[in-house]
């Protein structure tokens, strides 16, 4: 089991910058594929970024160079940082774990996942 608490949401306009933490406990969490999730009113989730256990990354063409996943296993802590926020980008954010290798951006292998954290990027 894995227990996954999101932080770092918030309101900010377009341009603007805000980094998102990921506090993991319970089971070794560095084992698992890791990921951030967005989903907006009436969308689908849909994948943003993941690391695996090597640190490999992966993200979604909709924020490449913008956002960086990134994790400090000392402090069980996943981190999204996100540049030149736009209005779409506006959605509820997802820390996720999975067990699966490979799980990537995939949200149907992912196993464990947070509470979300607000996200309102204003043009």
């Known amino acids: 089991q894995v227990q996954l608490v999101e932080s770092g949401g918030g309101s900010v306009q377009a341009g603007g910058s805000l980094r998102l933490s990921c506090a993991a406990s319970g089971d070794t969490y560095s084992r698992y594929y890791m990921g951030w999730f967005r989903q907006a009113p009436g969308k689908e989730r849909e994948g943003v970024a993941a690391i695996d256990s090597g640190g490999f990354t992966s993200y979604a063409d909709s924020v490449k160079g913008r956002f960086t996943i990134s994790k400090d296993p000392a402090k069980n802590t996943l981190y999204l940082q996100m540049n030149s926020l736009q209005p779409e980008d506006t959605a509820m954010y997802y820390c996720?774990?999975?067990?699966?290798?490979?799980?990537?951006?995939?949200?149907?292998?992912?196993?464990?996942w947070g509470q979300g954290t607000q996200v309102t990027v204003s043009s």
């Open positions: 996720a774990a999975s067990r699966v290798y490979g799980a990537g951006l995939n949200k149907d292998w992912y196993d464990y």
